[in-house]
């Protein structure tokens, strides 16, 4: 999950710098070499392949910043998330491959770093193959997984991210429901917010908000590199050379990347991509196939579908956008995303002002929001109403999140016994159709292949 930030180096070098700028900053990257007699490997597709791999490093970081964000002990150097970012070959689009580090792997035969053994191919999860092999295994591994060459290798850890956000200022994120996680200490209420680093950390590490676990966790990831991107490509850093440095070497402080990688490659790609933009990037996750998929003295993995996941692979040997071409978008602001469709959402609605026809107006403009209203509204007990409030079993409660996505400004009120069916008290701040904001739910994770633009996931 620290990985995201290592991408901003590819973008960052299109300030067009002069070589011996680019020449110093290349002397800050460790070096690492993944492709060590690496033998019998795929054959090269159109485009480059990095694969960024994030690692809990956290020597340099503060006794404070391990207390406030939640940061606990010693690092264990091991991997926590892994990507693949296939860039065209006109260096004017991305897509950001997400590989959850549960997944299930064979890893190849290989000598243990740590107790110097041979090990014959076995299987394993596909986060474990660092701990056991380094850079090395765990390029071969996701080689073997995807039949995909992978061009380079970059490695970043928690002071690499937490040092590149706040350098730019903070990154702003949008969430349309409260995001509250007890082990990194994320506490987020519903809209906008600028993250610093260590709240953004804690906001690409979380994984106990919702159901959805590291799965989860990987579309805020995603979220987060495109708002990233946003941030970078809109804040003027790549025009002016002196915070284009500051980044950069803030970026490359703790990086590890291949020898193959220098100066040279920095300054070519970075002409090329002057233009890139958030849509000018696409993020996915390889499709899954069974998520609780038991193995053997290794525990609960997750399956890939390997007939969607080959299929998205050679999308990217062939260098095609997994996305569709983006429709032309209608007038307004783009959809907020929830978790539950509107259309199963039930709605009763009630007129809680003096306003004859109000309650009306708001069924009608609910339903055109693809609520599922009743259409039958009735006048409420109240009639001095200020605020539209909406009423709700606390067990459906992950539908008045998102029904009060949709109704800004309103007040949600748990009322035990309820059922199903949400109640909207319209109030006099209700003033029309134009209250009501679009929303959509995201795709679901299993057996799916949800393929999101940059441009659609930034606020």
């Not at 994030?54 to 990507?83: F, N, V």
């Not at 997944?103 to 090990?119: F, K, L, N, W």
């Not at 998520?291 to 053997?296: E, G, H, L, N, R």
């Not at 400004?409 to 109030?427: D, I, Q, Y």
Request: proline residues 7%; hydrophobic residues 35%; charged residues 25%.
């Amino acid at each position: 999950m620290r990985a995201v930030t290592t991408l901003s180096v590819v973008v960052l070098a299109s300030a067009g710098i002069g070589h011996s700028v680019m020449a110093s900053l290349d002397a800050d990257i460790a070096r690492v070499d993944p492709f060590k007699d690496m033998k019998n490997r795929p054959a090269p597709g159109h485009g480059m392949n990095v694969l960024l791999v994030g690692t809990d490093g956290r020597d340099k970081i503060t006794e404070k910043e391990r207390r406030r964000y939640r940061l606990g002990g010693a690092p264990c150097h091991c991997t926590d998330t892994i990507m693949i970012v296939h860039i065209s070959p006109d260096r004017e689009r991305a897509t950001v491959v997400s590989l959850p580090r549960d997944s299930y792997a064979e890893v190849p035969p290989h000598v243990d770093q740590t107790t110097g053994r041979t090990h014959s191919a076995h299987p394993i999860k596909l986060n474990a193959a660092y701990a056991e092999g380094g850079p090395q295994l765990t390029v071969r591994t996701v080689e073997d997984m995807t039949h995909l060459k992978i061009d380079h290798y970059l490695e970043v850890d928690f002071i690499t991210f937490m040092r590149t956000v706040d350098v730019l200022g903070g990154v702003r994120i949008c969430t349309p429901q409260p995001l509250k996680d007890s082990y990194t200490g994320l506490d987020l209420s519903s809209g906008t917010h600028r993250l610093n680093g260590g709240q953004a950390l804690q906001y690409v590490r979380a994984r106990h908000v919702d159901g959805a676990s590291d799965l989860g966790r990987m579309k805020r990831q995603q979220r987060f590199l495109a708002a990233l991107i946003e941030r970078v490509s809109s804040s003027g850093v790549l025009l002016n050379p002196i915070r284009f440095r500051d980044v950069t070497r803030a970026v490359l402080g703790s990086v590890r990347a291949d020898t193959g990688f220098g100066t040279d490659e920095l300054l070519d790609l970075g002409r090329a991509m002057r233009n890139f933009s958030p849509s000018s990037s696409e993020f996915t996750t390889v499709p899954i196939g069974q998520i609780a998929y038991p193995v053997k003295g290794i525990g609960s993995t997750l399956k890939w579908d390997q007939a969607k996941s080959d299929q998205l692979f050679q999308s990217l040997r062939d260098d095609k956008p997994l996305a569709p071409p983006a429709p032309k978008r209608p007038a307004g602001p783009a959809p907020v995303t929830v978790e539950v469709a509107p259309a199963q959402i039930r709605v009763q609605v009630e007129n809680g002002t003096g306003t004859a026809g109000l309650g009306r107006r708001m069924d009608a403009a609910l339903a055109a929001a693809g609520f599922a209203t009743n259409h039958q509204p009735v006048t409420a007990a109240r009639h001095d109403v200020r605020r539209t409030v909406i009423s709700y079993d606390p067990r459906w409660d992950r539908s008045a999140r998102s029904l009060a996505a949709a109704l800004p400004g309103s007040e949600l009120r748990a009322v035990k016994g309820m059922g199903p069916v949400l109640r909207v008290t319209t109030g006099a701040d209700f003033k029309g159709p134009a209250n009501v904001r679009k929303v959509r739910a995201e795709a679901p994770v299993q057996g799916e292949t949800s393929v999101i633009r940059g441009d659609e996931t930034v606020c």
